[in-house]
């Protein structure tokens, strides 16, 4: 894939790198370049065209599948500026944090056995997607002052925000099992 | 003078030469070939009128027979005809054996543990078979559509993994067809119906056919089709109704004499007659001529047969609710319901289905032949004859890939419903010292274990330089196509070392396994063999010359001069080439049309990519 020079993602996508992005015009764009690169459009060309669109299409794939969530847009963000955290084994040191979130793991199992247990995980979710939009907000915040202590910073909430989005996960598989589906 | 043709802007050498495509069913019990024709799809007859043609293939004393002529000696000679092979496409000895316990045939395991067949031809796999059954279809085709096929769409269950999709391309390409895309057959159903041209929506698509039911849950959303869950029972269809009222009969004749084959399948006969009569009719006669001479008349009511294939639509309506469910979603958010398969004709089927989904259903398309017809229509799209047609077929991967890791774990390397085509790579280490090779398993499924899921290939890659443990990076690139086929490289990058080898898991066969069977499929002898080769070259130079030519007509203005003259020499050498009719010469000239034009064909998809960006900003405004 060398030839093909790895367009930054936002570039990709004719965007201005930044963390609020318009999802729906993302979308857009997204099936329009499908709509040019994808194989079933070189079905009929050489080997090499179609290899290339192929590479191309998956390439699409990938940037809109990391530029369309929170977290991995975010951490895309972060690894532009120079922090690499895709494979990091670097921890989250925030005991106040940690300590919390062993907290809501605690509150989640607890759910189950609740008076009622519906509205307990409806007001679960609620507080989780407070927490995570507030990660989002602090994200923008630090992000755009674009100097080493914040970006530092803003990587701890990348990590953080992964945190969360897993509670959200585990409170789906909780939502699974109370509604019976 | 082929030069100046070459290089006059403006002209090429076939212009709109409309391309022959067709669509494939290649189903279980039946298979069909449909093709459009002034802007309708229809499916192709062969001589004696039929469209369908039965899946069997037999293996005879003299040559191969397929179709209805094999259905005959289905019984006579079952150890030499395949039915239904599609049940064997990519499966193991060992998985086939556990699901169908009483095969009539003489089996064996490939080096891989893939099925052989010990036919009097001698040992066959499901993809010869299989492409036995494609080999008349696509004659017709080709003798209907005065010419040879620039490329075919074939369907596949939406459920199928790589060895199953690989084993089913490989059928075509071993008649030396061009594939333009496997695709999923409810995919397939609901093009036919249009429906790729709503917005957002959801669609079942229920399909009970001879010898299998389907149900899929897709989801549309702005052109993209997402197969959302599916399900079904892989051993009832509408077989199984004929067999119960095989049986009815037989108990109300009261005939307690011999029970000989002969007498079996005429009741079987009788059985399937009715059923048919039933679904246009309150009351089907029977009429049976016993073996001791005397003759059992008697009728039917649909009621009588609704209520005795009541517990088989039961099965098959539960299996949707499971799909359902699987699916996430409600079943108030399916937007349509689409049937599949002729045992959709039967009144009842349609009934308790409609009640399930509570919502009318799309029967309006004949359906035995929906899948057929969407999957020409969307041959003719792919083929290029229709430049305005906007569709766009989004396909998910229908099961995770991954890799073996330490203690018999999986690691999944790309999920299940990622968007393909998709290329993704993951970083691998040693974990000995001085470790130079490292073996690579690739796995396709959902659970954890190795041993639960499908094992798609090993490799090994060797040449790693001695390191300590865990200093060596090896990545192991997964890409996966349109088709969701799979290919796999791994690459040792510390140090500047680079060493890479590439598989392609294919249908499991050693490399030997493969040779054997194209040597095989060439029933020609020598001679024959190079003319198909050459001819095969020829097409290959000017679908290349053709490319190329419409490439700079469109987009010669990206470069200059200086880079245009070397890819109109390339041009003119495979002319020169082609005119020669030399086997070898060709192949290099369209190696050297390739080489010098790599660049040029990078710049014109960047290209399409802003120009596909900028419409959208011009919209905006």
């Known amino acids: 894939m060398d030839r093909l020079k790895p367009m930054n993602y936002f570039q990709l996508f004719a965007l201005t790198p930044s963390f609020e992005i318009d999802l729906v015009e993302l979308k857009t764009k997204y099936l329009d370049l499908q709509r040019a690169v994808h194989p079933d459009k070189f079905a009929n060309a050489s080997e090499r065209e179609r290899l290339i669109s192929v590479q191309k299409a998956a390439q699409i794939n990938d940037a809109f599948s990391v530029l369309n969530a929170n977290d991995s847009r975010a951490q895309y963000l972060l690894e532009l500026a120079g922090f690499e955290l895709a494979h990091e084994t670097q921890t989250l040191k925030d005991p106040m944090f940690l300590m919390q979130q062993m907290e809501l793991r605690e509150a989640l199992e607890d759910i189950t056995s609740a008076s009622d247990p519906e509205q307990a995980l409806i007001d679960f979710q609620a507080e989780i997607s407070l927490y995570i939009n507030e990660i989002n907000n602090q994200f923008v915040t630090l992000f755009s002052r674009n100097d080493t202590d914040s970006l530092t910073t803003a990587a701890d909430l990348v990590r953080k925000l992964k945190f969360m989005l897993k509670l959200a996960q585990e409170a789906l598989r909780v939502e699974e099992k109370i509604f019976a589906y | 003078m082929a030069l100046l043709q070459i290089s006059e802007p403006g002209q090429s050498s076939a212009p709109h030469q409309r391309r022959l495509a067709a669509g494939i069913d290649l189903g279980t019990t039946n298979s069909l070939v449909a093709t459009v024709r002034s802007g309708e799809a229809v499916t192709l007859k062969d001589q004696q009128g039929f469209d369908s043609l039965p899946s069997i293939v037999h293996y005879a004393n003299l040559g191969i027979e397929v179709g209805r002529l094999a259905k005959e ?43 052989n067949i010990e036919t009097r031809h001698g040992k066959v796999n499901p993809i010869q078979v299989s492409s036995e059954i494609l080999r008349p279809l696509i004659a017709l085709a080709t003798k209907s559509l005065g010419g040879e096929l620039d490329g075919v769409v074939i369907t596949v269950p939406a459920y199928f993994d790589d060895a199953q999709r690989q084993g089913t391309k490989d059928a075509a390409e071993l008649l030396g067809v061009k594939v333009f895309r496997l695709l999923n057959e409810p995919t397939a159903a609901a093009i036919a119906y249009g429906l790729d041209h709503d917005d957002e929506g959801v669609i079942a698509v229920y399909d009970l056919g001879g010898g299998t039911f389907d149900v899929s849950i897709l989801r549309l959303s702005k052109g993209v089709f997402e197969v959302l869950a599916t399900g079904g029972d892989s051993a009832l269809g509408g077989d199984d109704f004929d067999n119960l009222l095989a049986q009815w009969i037989y108990q109300e004749s009261g005939y307690t004499g011999d029970h000989s084959p002969a007498l079996q399948r005429e009741i079987s006969r009788i059985a399937c007659d009715a059923k048919e009569h039933l679904s246009k009719h309150d009351i089907a006669p029977l009429v049976l001529d016993l073996p001791c001479g005397s003759r ?55 009934e308790r289905v409609a009640s399930y989904f509570q919502r009318e259903l799309l029967t309006s398309i004949d359906p035995d032949k929906v899948v057929a017809l969407g999957a020409a ?23 995770s890939l991954g890799l073996e890791t330490m203690g018999g774990l999986t690691e999944k390397v790309i999920p299940r419903n990622t968007t393909i085509p998709v290329a993704k790579a993951q970083e691998f280490t040693t974990f000995k010292d001085g470790q130079t090779a490292m073996a690579i398993h690739i796995l396709q499924g959902e659970r954890e274990l190795v041993e639960d899921c499908r094992s798609l290939a090993r490799f090994e890659l060797r040449g790693i330089p001695p390191m300590a443990a865990g200093a060596a990076h090896i990545r192991v690139t997964f890409q996966v196509d349109a088709d969701g086929l799979l290919s796999v490289s791994a690459m040792e990058k510390s140090s500047g070392v680079k060493s890479s080898i590439e598989v392609k898991p294919s249908f499991g066969l050693t490399d030997n396994e493969v040779a054997t069977m194209i040597k095989d499929s060439m029933t020609f002898a020598r001679d024959d063999m190079d003319a198909r080769m050459l001819a095969e070259q020829k097409v290959e130079a000017s679908r290349v010359l053709e490319g190329l030519i419409s490439a700079i007509n469109d987009d010669g203005n990206l470069l200059n001069d200086e880079q245009l003259a070397p890819i109109r020499h390339a041009m003119m050498m495979l002319e020169q080439a082609v005119q020669a009719g030399e086997l070898a010469l060709i192949k290099d ?33």
Not at chain 2, 316 to 322: F, P
Request: net charge negative; hydrophobic share 45%.
């Open chain 2, 73 to 115: 000696h289905a019984i006579s000679d079952a150890i030499n005809t395949i039915v239904s092979v599609k049940r064997f496409m990519g499966r193991t000895l060992t998985d086939i054996q556990a699901n169908y316990a009483e095969l009539p045939y003489v089996v064996s395991a490939t080096e891989n543990g893939l099925i």
């Open chain 2, 296 to 350: 059992w008349q008697g009728e039917i009511s649909r009621a009588t047969f609704d209520a005795l294939i009541a517990p088989l639509v039961k099965r098959t309506v539960m299996a949707s609710r499971r799909a359902v469910r699987d699916a996430g979603i409600e079943l108030s958010d399916i937007n349509q319901v689409v049937m599949v398969g002729g045992s959709t004709r039967v009144p009842c089927v349609r």
């Open chain 2, 377 to 399: 229509i969307q041959a003719d799209i792919l083929a290029g004859n229709k430049p305005d047609s906007d569709i766009l077929l989004l396909d998910v991967l229908p099961l």
């Open chain 2, 589 to 621: 000239a369209i190696a050297a049309c390739d080489e010098v034009s790599q660049d040029f064909a990078a710049l014109r998809m960047d290209q399409s990519i802003r120009q596909a960006l900028s419409g959208q900003s011009v919209d905006d405004i």
